[in-house]
């Protein structure tokens, strides 16, 4: 399967500033890269699709604004999560899709904002 | 509406029994696919096996099974004489329709494997 990373793997900011999770793939040309998020115990919610070269579609109910998203390069897409608050404290976690629809997640990054 | 009920919280069993992990599922799409992921202590996500709706064989990768019946719209994932390090989250999941790319998680299975 293909390998993908992230970076930072956790990273603490304070309210009302941004930060910036890089998704990279590898071994792997992506033109299309996923984004999710996961509360403690609970499942991963697809915030957005990273599309390369274009803008990314978000799901319902996710601010585009607050959470922007770049795939400027086939092996690289970045979240960034704008004017952060506590509450957006989470687990983002990026993937990209394999030859046969599986997706194959990067090891994701945990963000405290305090 | 898509949906992926995995029922079982918690599992908690002594190392060598066998455990299965319940995953029902719901569409209206014909095509459609089913995924199991593992996901450890360590946060990041292992693809398990993925299952598309026109394939119903059962399959077997070592110590692991899965059970797909479409009948009953189940995907139930078998480990065969548990590990310690089977201990994590399994999450069930499911993606069909036009949009293939559109995963919908189940709750996850939190497996404890005592030794």
């Known amino acids: 399967g293909a390998v993908v990373s992230q970076h930072p793997s956790w990273v603490i900011c304070k309210s009302g500033t941004s930060v910036k999770i890089e998704c990279r793939s590898l071994?792997?040309?992506?033109?299309?890269m996923f984004w999710y998020r996961q509360f403690p115990k609970q499942s991963l919610m697809l915030m957005a699709t990273?599309?390369?070269?274009?803008?990314?579609?978000?799901e319902q109910g996710v601010e585009k604004d607050k959470f922007l998203i770049n795939h400027a390069s086939l092996t690289l897409s970045t979240l960034t999560v704008t004017s952060a608050h506590p509450e957006d404290s989470s687990f983002y976690i990026c993937?990209?899709?394999?030859?046969?629809?599986?997706?194959?997640f990067g090891p994701g990054t945990r963000l405290t904002v305090t | 509406a898509q949906k992926v009920t995995q029922a079982q919280t918690e599992i908690s069993v002594v190392e060598k029994e066998d455990v299965t992990l319940d995953c029902v599922y719901e569409?209206?799409?014909?095509?459609?696919?089913l995924f199991w992921y593992k996901q450890p202590p360590s946060g990041e996500l292992v693809f398990l096996i993925r299952?598309?709706?026109?394939?119903?064989q059962n399959e077997i990768s070592g110590r692991y099974s899965w059970n797909f019946q479409k009948s009953t719209s189940s995907f139930n994932f078998t480990i065969t004489a548990s590990q310690v390090v089977d201990s994590a989250v399994y999450f069930c999941?499911?993606?069909?329709?036009?949009?293939?790319?559109?995963?919908?998680f189940g709750s996850g299975t939190k497996l404890n494997v005592k030794p």
């Open positions: 071994d792997f040309q992506a033109t299309t």
């Open positions: 993937s990209l899709e394999g030859k046969g629809y599986e997706q194959y």
């Open positions: 999941a499911l993606s069909g329709g036009y949009n293939f790319n559109k995963f919908y």
């Open positions: 299952r598309n709706s026109f394939d119903e």
């Open positions: 990273s599309n390369e070269g274009s803008k990314a579609t978000y």
């Open positions: 569409t209206r799409d014909t095509t459609y696919y």
